[in-house]
């Protein structure tokens, strides 16, 4: 018995001392990768084999409240994102993912979306954070560029896209009407736009607040997955200079509304059939 005893102990405290050196490490300061650290150098472009999407977004989701324990959540996304400091967000993290198509993302952020619930986590959407979206340009004409960017600042759709983005323009993504002929040269190359053409390689949509909530996090990225859709050059059977009109736009959604359930539901009130929960 003693012998029992002498060895039950001995694992005892080996198990102690395990969960003690656990818990240092849960602990322990991470450092997030500098604010120029590009997730394109880390990760290829990401395609789901059910070929539903064919336009590459990248996000760049930004969370306050960042501490080392909150790597039980974002480390779900360690294949999928890094993680950067930001200037903006002083005491917070930047989420900047792979480029993928929306059903990748998806099904990428939903156990993250899960954990912070589950998780009790202390990362907070503030108003200080934003959720950025890139499209990819190889996809893009510059014609294409234009529809996009005449919907987004059309004064007649502020009220719907601000209920959609969940904030009023502001400093850093600031309304810019303008003509079709602006065009010919690229267009403006202003970062702070709602639309920001100052990328190389993508068009960036700077609207959104940021969120910690799966269907509303989905619902955004929708709505640039449609937006994109809906502008692309003979999509519509209506002349260009219609294409910027949201009733246009919403007669689109409901003819294909399952491509994007989060966004029909939020704007119509048709219930998705793969809603989280939360």
């Known amino acids: 018995n003693h012998k029992i005893n002498t060895i039950c102990s001995f694992y005892q405290n080996l198990e102690n001392k395990i969960r003690a050196i656990d818990e240092q490490l849960d602990n322990a300061p991470r450092e997030l990768a500098s604010y120029s650290t590009r997730a394109t150098s880390v990760f290829s472009f990401k395609k789901s ?5 064919h336009t590459f977004l990248g996000v760049e ?3 306050d409240g960042h501490s080392p324990k909150e790597y039980t959540s974002l480390d779900i996304l360690q294949n999928h994102a890094i993680f950067k400091r930001d200037g903006s967000v002083p005491l917070g993290v930047e989420i900047c993912t792979a480029p993928a198509t929306l059903d990748v993302h998806k099904e990428e952020f939903l ?3 899960e954990s912070l619930q589950t998780k009790k986590s ?6 200080n954070c934003g959720m950025h979206v890139h499209v990819d340009r190889a996809s893009l004409s ?4 234009a529809n996009i960017y005449q919907f987004v600042n059309k004064a007649e759709n502020r009220e719907n896209i601000t ?3 969940g904030r009023q323009p502001n400093t850093y993504c600031q309304v810019h009407i303008t003509g079709y002929g602006h065009f010919t040269n690229g267009g403006s190359r ?3 736009r709602m639309i920001n053409l100052e990328p190389e390689n993508t068009i960036e949509f700077r609207l959104f607040a940021s969120t910690t909530s799966y269907n509303d996090f989905c619902k955004k990225l929708e709505f640039v997955q449609a937006v994109v859709d809906y502008t692309r050059p003979g999509e519509m059977n209506i002349p260009i200079t219609k294409i910027p009109l949201w009733e246009h736009f919403n007669v689109y959604l409901k003819q294909y509304r399952k491509k994007y359930p989060m966004l029909t539901n939020f704007l119509h009130g048709e219930k998705p059939k793969y809603a989280s929960g939360f």
């Open 49 to 53: 084999p059910k070929k539903l999407f």
């Open 142 to 145: 510059t014609l294409h560029i």
């Open 61 to 63: 989701l930004e969370l």
């Open 122 to 127: 202390k990362l907070k959407a503030n108003a």
């Open 190 to 192: 202003e970062r702070y």
């Open 111 to 113: 156990p993250f979306f």
């Open 163 to 165: 209920n959609i983005a």
